[in-house]
């Protein structure tokens, strides 16, 4: 009879020892990033009512149009999330966060899931970290959000990015720029891609977004948002620019840039790198003043970024930039029977008191073998134990490093390592 074999479904990946290093230690980093910006962390669920982000992140758009996992059990409509804003947006109205007064500094480290063709950089099941302020209109709010996201890549070492930055203005400064785009591109129809001339009746902005080759030279014609802006909204995008030179923080004005979620309003940007091929985009966000009002809240400005982790990694590996090197155990205790192998596990948990990392053979296999294996696990020290050791509590410590060798008593081995 033939075995049945198992593997992830397309685009989804497995994370194994040797690789969860880096993302451990990313985590971390992140983790005491948004300490020091005193952002403070928020979880939900990975499943969402389909209806929240249909209405949050846009009918129209690729995620919701194309790319949810959707099922329905019963009367309820499931969503695989497919981003985080909409779901921190729900989590503010239904806690009611607003009451508590002052801004909502809240970020996020998670599964993600768009039913998207998989390619490198692009899966099915991906991460991202990401943070939300909420509360807050001034275009500090914006720079402080942008300056959280560029300080994680600083931090790593991942220097050859670009921030593109855009304002996709108000809802009356957004009308305007629709009716031009459409003016501009109804007469060039036939020459546009099929994707593109899909938008034109329903989201022209999204022909800006096109990636078609036959598309980019009628793009470079194309009216320009920042002509369309209300002086409300250009006076804000202004301010953003202002702050952000003051920062040091280096930005391209990008005016087609559109991002592919219809929530955003004023201030959008993306963070590329020349590292990660065609999906570029290292992460991305902006303002969106009208969302939470839009999830059934009170009017209330926000404004977040994303970044994607697995696209973060693909840049480090391009940098060769490691982030953790796995580490071995500090001891591995070489055990010859029974009586040292029941020493050796009661050994352990008190030289993992003091902070130590130890392990030994769990299947009683010979001398040899044993040693073996502590070089594999890249062990610093193993600790060989017999009858006699124990009867004379002298035991062989070997660097396995310098391969030297010491005898030394039970109460000397955790201090021995310590200072190795
Ligand atoms: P987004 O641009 O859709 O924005 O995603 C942010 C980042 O997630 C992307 O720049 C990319 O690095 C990563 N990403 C997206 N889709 C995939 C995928 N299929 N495979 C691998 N990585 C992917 C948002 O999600 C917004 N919620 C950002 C935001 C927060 N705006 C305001 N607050």
Redesign the pocket.
């Known amino acids: 009879m033939s075995k049945s074999t198992f593997s992830t479904h397309h ?1 989804m990946t497995d994370l194994l020892p040797g690789e969860i290093e880096q993302w451990q230690a990313l985590e971390a980093l992140i983790h005491e990033t948004a300490r020091r910006y005193h952002f403070q962390e928020i979880r939900t669920p990975v499943l969402e009512q389909t209806e929240l982000i249909a209405r949050g992140v846009g009918q129209l758009t690729d ?1 919701v149009s194309k790319e949810m996992f959707t099922f329905d059990r019963g009367e309820d409509h499931y969503v695989l999330r ?5 779901p ?1 947006a729900r989590a503010f109205v239904q806690h009611h966060l607003a009451q508590r007064g002052g801004t909502q500094r809240l970020y996020y480290i998670g599964p ?1 899931f ?1 039913a ?1 063709r ?1 390619q490198k ?4 099941q ?3 970290f ?3 302020l909420i509360g807050a209109s001034g275009a500090i709010a914006d720079v402080e959000i942008i300056a959280f996201m560029t300080a994680i890549y600083r931090q790593i070492g991942i220097q050859n990015t670009s921030l593109k930055l855009n304002s996709v203005g108000d809802p009356s400064s957004r009308e305007a720029y629709r009716k031009a785009l459409h003016a501009y591109f109804k007469p060039l129809a036939g020459k546009l891609s099929d994707i593109s001339r899909n938008r034109l009746e329903t989201n022209p902005m999204r022909i800006l977004d096109s990636k078609e080759e036959q598309d980019q030279p009628l793009k470079a014609g194309a009216p320009k948002i920042t002509d369309y802006l209300s002086a409300t909204s250009l006076a804000h995008f202004e301010s953003v620019r202002e702050l952000l030179d003051q920062m040091d923080i280096p930005y391209d004005v990008d005016p087609f840039l559109v ?3 219809d ?2 309003t004023e201030t959008a940007f ?2 590329t790198s020349p590292d990660l091929g065609s ?1 570029d ?8 003043d009208l969302l939470i009002e839009e999830v059934g809240g009170p009017s209330t400005p ?11 990694m693909i840049a480090c590996e391009a940098l060769g930039i490691s982030l953790a090197q796995p580490a071995g155990p500090d001891i591995y205790f070489v055990t010859r029977g029974e009586e040292a192998a029941r020493w050796a596990l009661k050994k352990m948990p008190e030289l993992r008191n003091t902070g130590l990392v130890c392990t030994m053979d769990y299947s009683g296999r010979s001398l040899k073998a044993q040693m073996k294996d502590a070089n594999r696990q890249q062990a610093r020290f193993t600790v060989i134990v017999g009858e006699q050791e124990l009867q004379e509590n002298l035991f062989t410590l070997r660097d396995m490093v310098k391969s030297e060798e010491s005898q030394v008593k039970s109460a000397e081995i955790a201090d021995r390592v310590a200072i190795t």
């Open positions: 685009g995620i497919p981003e985080g804003t909409a921190v993600f768009r998207e998989p950089g692009r899966q099915r991906f991460h991202q990401g943070a939300e991002r592919g979620l929530y955003y993306e963070l999906q985009a290292l992460g991305g966000g902006g303002r969106y926000a404004v977040g970024f994303a970044c994607g982790i697995e696209r973060l």
